[in-house]
């Protein structure tokens, strides 16, 4: 059954360490009161290990909503984010990379996403091979939405990422860092798709909440950190 309207909670960043027991269990059944999906934009665990998910993955068995993610960089740190995922995936996660979904008729998409800069001064691909592979790096992850998108038939459709698409939502964090924390490569894929309604990331934990691509799509900072319009840890977003 389709849902005239879709409400969308979304929160990133929330490090499940080692030690915390039951670290989100009451924010996700508040969660499972107010929305009608829950959205994870990566940076599920503090340093991928799989203890770590085994701890996220017993708040969440509970939750009795969908739940879609994608990974961040942290949960890569270990080298063991494919046990991790399987871990969450058995407590019902629907990890979006490489597997868009519909949920009441509206459609989702995701990938982890990379950095490299955005509009005018994104790293291009040139000089030394390692900054061709970072930026082959950027590029394949944008090819990657792009065909998890193109998979997709629904007339609505969310982007989960864990990097920003666009600047205006790292506004605050130090220019320094800029280019790490996105790539306007995601924004270029994203504003192909008319259908896009919304898209939301994390990673850029002292950031701004929201703006937009150049096609106007609304883009949303979800990291915990980011004061919301909620006044929660969690952004709602109906689309």
Do not use: W
Not at 3 to 11: H, N
Not at 22 to 37: K, M, N, S, W
Not at 211 to 221: K, M, S
């Amino acid at each position: 059954m389709h849902k005239e309207r879709l409400t969308v909670a979304a929160i990133g960043d929330i490090h499940v360490g080692e030690t915390t027991a039951h670290p989100y269990r009451e924010l996700f059944h508040e969660i499972a009161g107010r929305a009608d999906v829950l959205a994870l934009a990566g940076d599920l665990t503090n340093h991928g290990k799989p203890r770590e998910a085994e701890i996220l993955a017993e708040d969440l068995r509970a939750i009795g909503i969908p739940v879609v993610a994608v990974l961040g960089n942290h949960d890569h740190e270990c080298g063991q984010s494919e046990e991790s995922q399987r871990i969450l995936e058995q407590a019902g996660v629907r990890f979006l990379d490489g597997a868009p979904q519909e949920i009441h008729g509206v459609g989702f998409a995701g990938v982890k996403g990379f950095g490299g800069g955005f509009g005018n001064r994104m790293l291009d691909s040139f000089g030394e091979p390692a900054i061709k592979q970072f930026v082959h790096e950027s590029v394949n992850e944008a090819m990657r939405l792009e065909s998890a998108l193109r998979q997709l038939e629904t007339e609505r459709i969310v982007v989960v990422l864990h990097y920003a698409p666009i600047a205006a939502t790292v506004e605050g964090e130090p220019s320094e860092i800029f280019p790490f924390l996105g790539s306007s490569r995601l924004a270029e894929t994203i504003d192909r798709f008319e259908t896009v309604r919304a898209v939301v990331h994390g990673h850029a934990h002292h950031g701004t909440y929201s703006g937009h691509t150049l096609r106007g799509t609304p883009v949303y900072n979800v990291a915990q950190t980011i004061p919301k319009d909620t006044g929660r840890p969690y952004a709602l977003i109906e689309v």
